[in-house]
């Protein structure tokens, strides 16, 4: 599939990664229409800072409404369905809610595109459906472990896109991205947190746990896998991982973040960062071979000197003034 003047929806496109691949789609002269979580302020998240706003058809509402999903999906050729909940230690005192959104707004969304014929759905999953490698790297047969309520919410997610694939032949494929970073990243996030907080002049940086070891990949070429998917009918109806191939612990990433910014910081543990204790996921590292074999994909910013180069742009970013402004860098965000 080319998605040259496709009609493609874009869900969750007030996001971090939505607002990138909103952005993406434009250039490869899709026609967007961009879902915005539904307020009354006018505010479209980060598509409020994208350049090419004037080209796309932003849409506010909520995927948790069946009969709006039915409506936004009129006339739709290809859907990308990132909406969700995503905050982990949210999903600890606000279960229902990730029910609600996840599962709920998947099922909606498949429903809407299968009765109105839309030619393709690309399916956001996460890493975090894995849990803790029992074998690394990890492939998409690995065993899928929940251990937070997101991680239950998405797996519940998952399954039902799936079913609907095997039920009703859906055209559907399943897009399995490792830990995502790069600009807008939200400050719950690692590597967002220690940027702000570099750059608002802090030497003692409050952090959860240093031990557990993860997958980062830019932006750019997260966005460019979920292109890539879009593209390939190999991919209809599998599960496939997105990840660079490279492993690293948050402790080696927070001195490789300093370095890059000059920086010389002591840690301190902040207990309300830690996930419960069966809860945190020790290990993640990716097997992208499948996404080699049916997308073509390859990641541009893989290994060490990606992972810096990569930095380096998101440091870029986060520092410009204007940038770290929206950033709260005193306040936990949960």
Known sequence: MNLHNKTVLVTGADGFIGSHLTEMLVKKTAKVKA???????NYCGWLDQVDCL???????????????????????????????LIGIPYSYIAMESYVDTNVKGTLNICQAALQEGCERVIHTSTSEVYGTARYVPIDEAHPLQPQSPYSASKIGADVMALSFYHAFRLPLAIARPFNTYGPRQSARAVIPTVIAQIANGKKHLSLGALHPTRDFNYIKDIVAAFIAIAESDRAIGEVINFGSNYEISIADTVQ??????????????????????????????????????????EPSYAGLTGLRRGLEETIAWFTDPTNLRMYKSNIYNI
């Open 54 to 84: 004037a080209d796309i058809e932003v849409l506010s509402g909520d995927v948790r409404d069946t009969h709006y999903c039915q409506r936004i999906s009129k006339g739709i050729d290809v859907i990308f369905h990132l909406a969700a």
């Open 35 to 41: 879902l915005s979580y539904y307020n009354s302020f």
């Open 256 to 297: 490789l973040i300093a370095a890059v910014m000059g920086a010389r910081v002591a840690i301190e543990t902040d207990v309300h960062r830690l996930r419960p204790e069966n809860s945190e996921v020790e290990r993640l590292w990716a097997n992208n071979r499948k996404a080699k074999e049916l997308t073509g994909w």
